[in-house]
């Protein structure tokens, strides 16, 4: 079991739009991304942005590990967890796995997004020969 610290600010998520993924971890073959952590280091604001909430996933299940929370507004004393069961967890036994962070603006468009950070843990397994 190996956990893995990745820091986001809100930069990485500016958009013309509301949703936007950026990329978390290009999981390897015979390796499992089991439980996630969010821990907020900064509060998301700007514009008339309301909400601002991520999931964890592969490209088409973006809530497959960490469904949406609102990691926005509550900054530096909460964590956000998801200790997965093993079919939410992700990887394959055979092919590599890449692996998003998928972030949604309520209020207003991501590129309105003036300050906010994260840090995500990920807990990667590595599976037997």
Do not use: C
Request: net charge negative; charged share 20%.
């Amino acid at each position: 079991m190996e956990w893995q610290k990745f820091s986001f600010t809100f930069e990485q998520f500016s958009d013309p739009s509301n949703s936007k993924q950026v990329a978390l971890l290009n999981l390897p073959a015979k390796n499992l991304l089991r439980d996630i952590f969010v821990y907020p280091t900064s509060p998301f604001s700007g514009g008339n942005i309301t909400r601002f909430q991520v999931s964890v996933g592969p490209e088409g299940n973006q809530e497959k590990n960490f469904s949406k929370s609102d990691v926005g507004q509550d900054p530096m004393d909460n964590y956000y967890g998801a200790m997965s069961a093993p079919a939410n967890a992700i990887g394959s036994y055979t092919d590599p796995v890449p692996t998003f962070v998928h972030a949604l603006s309520i209020g207003d468009t991501l590129d309105k997004l003036e300050s906010g950070a994260f840090d995500l843990y990920a807990n990667v397994v590595e599976l037997p020969a």
